[in-house]
């Protein structure tokens, strides 16, 4: 458990998407309350690709090891596709975000 929080806290990866959020939740002009509802938003959804499979495992042990197997088994196959679609996700997204503090649009 003590290695799985120390993984966290010294991953840079976890940092970097973790200041970004904040940075786009505090650049959105958002009231104090919007802010603290949007953030706890992102870390509900950062969470739940971490949760919903454990609560999966819980509630239904057979099939949600299937499942998971199963999509495992596509994730391996299909790897450099997830890959390339995300890094160009972000890619477009922080694009966007350095055009618009240029100025450009």
Do not use: C
């Not at 802010?35 to 042990?61: E, G, M, R």
């Not at 495992?72 to 450099?80: A, D, F, I, L, S």
């Amino acid at each position: 458990f003590l290695v799985g929080i120390a993984f966290l806290v010294l991953d840079p990866r976890e940092w970097i998407i973790d200041i970004s959020a904040v940075n786009l939740i505090a650049e959105a002009d958002l009231s104090s309350n919007q802010s603290i509802l949007t953030y706890l938003f992102y870390v509900l959804l950062a969470q739940s690709l971490i949760w919903l499979p454990l609560l999966l495992t819980w509630l239904a042990p057979a099939s949600a090891i299937r499942n998971l197997a199963r999509l495992n088994t596509w994730m391996k196959k299909n790897e450099r596709h997830i890959e390339i679609t995300v890094a160009t996700i972000f890619g477009l997204v922080f694009l966007a975000i350095g055009m618009e503090h240029l100025s450009i649009f």
